[in-house]
Each structure stands twice: as structure tokens, then as C-alpha cells.
């Protein structure tokens, strides 16, 4: 079981692996977006704010980045070499990768081989998990 760095993340990553007595290993490039300057702040602030950058964002997530923060094609080449260096040390059996949205909605667009300018297009905001077979 391999999780992001953050103390949400990891907490759940312990609850599935505590019971399969499972060791639950950190990867810092599983960690959410950094949102920069954005961090914390409500998304209205941010619309209000930040409107030109937001609009970017949105409109082309690959390259649009909050001020002093990261891409979405930023998370989307760190977290996905990752998950292929994970795969690549287990070959046989099973893994969990526990993350924020936008770093596992990146990891995902690669498996369905769905371009990540078009990933606003099935993120729901809800808590989900998926089983992939590769």
C-alpha cells in the first residue's frame, strides 16, 4: 500500500492495511496538487481572486497552474512514473494507491488512456476508489 505524504491519505492507508497487516509506504510523489498561493482559500476566493488564472486552469489543466503552485500535467508526470515504478517492483499480486483527487485523476486519464484536458469532464468531488487490472 502506497500513499501520499498527507495525514488524510495517510490515515486511510493505514486503516486498509492495518487489518491485512500490511506496511503502508509514504511516496511524496503521490502528494495532491500544490495549489500555491490557492492553498486554502474557498474556490469562490479563488474565482474572485485569481479569475485569469483560474480561467486558465480550467480551460487548459495540463499547462494552467495556480501562481507558485503546479500544473495538473505537473502531478500527472510525477504521479504516473511513480505508479510505473510501483507496477514495475510488482509484477505479481496486488497495490493500493491512496491520494487526493487530482494526483489519482491523473493516474486514471493514463489508464483509460483519456487526455487530462479533458478531466474535468468525470471528476465528481466524491471519495471514490476503482480496481484496475494491468
Known sequence: IYSSPSACCFSTAYEIASP???RVKKIKELAELNHGVWEGLRIIDVKKRYKKQYNAWKASPSVG??????SIGDVYDRAVSTMHKIL???KNGNICLVS??????TIKCHLKNIDIEKMWNFITGKTWWEVFDI
Do not use: S, V
Not at 497552474?65 to 503546479?70: L, M, S, Y
Not at 487526493?100 to 485523476?105: N, R, S
Open 20 to 22: 491485512r497487516k500490511l
Open 100 to 105: 487526493g483527487d487530482i494526483a489519482l485523476y
Open 65 to 70: 497552474r495556480p501562481p507558485k503552485g503546479e
Open 88 to 90: 514495475d517492483r510488482h
